[in-house]
């Protein structure tokens, strides 16, 4: 069972910048499709954004612009580059991976069947 690890929370003031950083327990074909999702208080697990093992990319309209999804294959880290960041991008991001996910699928939470336990992200205005 592979277990994921996020950091890189934390408050900041609307537009600023945050860098979030998942790394796998474990080097493992588990983790070939790796995305990000997050969970406001009250509402639904949403994706945030997905990266292939390819290295193609795919991002939740809210988001285009404004973050970016990038994998150290060598580190086989995944990490979330957050910009102008607004007050509701506020809630609780978590790492999810899989070894495949459909490309319709990417930023659905039902894909993924690893999932890390979570950092908190603020954004004040």
């Known amino acids: 069972q592979v277990q994921l690890v996020e950091s890189g929370g934390g408050s900041v003031q609307a537009g600023g910048s945050l860098r979030l950083s998942c790394t796998p327990s474990?080097?493992?074909?588990?983790?070939?499709?790796m995305g990000w999702f997050r969970q406001a208080p009250g509402k639904e697990r949403e994706g945030v954004a997905a990266?292939?093992?390819?290295?193609?990319?795919a991002y939740t309209d809210s988001v285009k612009g404004r973050f970016t999804i990038s994998k150290d294959k060598a580190k086989d880290t995944v990490y979330l580059q957050m910009s102008s960041l607004k007050p509701e991008d506020t809630a609780m991001y978590y790492c999810?991976?899989?070894?495949?996910?459909?490309?319709?699928?990417?930023?659905?939470?039902?894909?993924?069947?690893?999932w890390g336990q979570g950092t908190q992200v603020a954004v004040s205005s």
């Open positions: 990266v292939r093992s390819d290295g193609s990319t």
């Open positions: 999810a991976a899989d070894s495949w996910v459909s490309s319709w699928e990417l930023l659905k939470p039902q894909s993924y069947r690893y």
């Open positions: 474990e080097y493992t074909h588990k983790t070939d499709y």
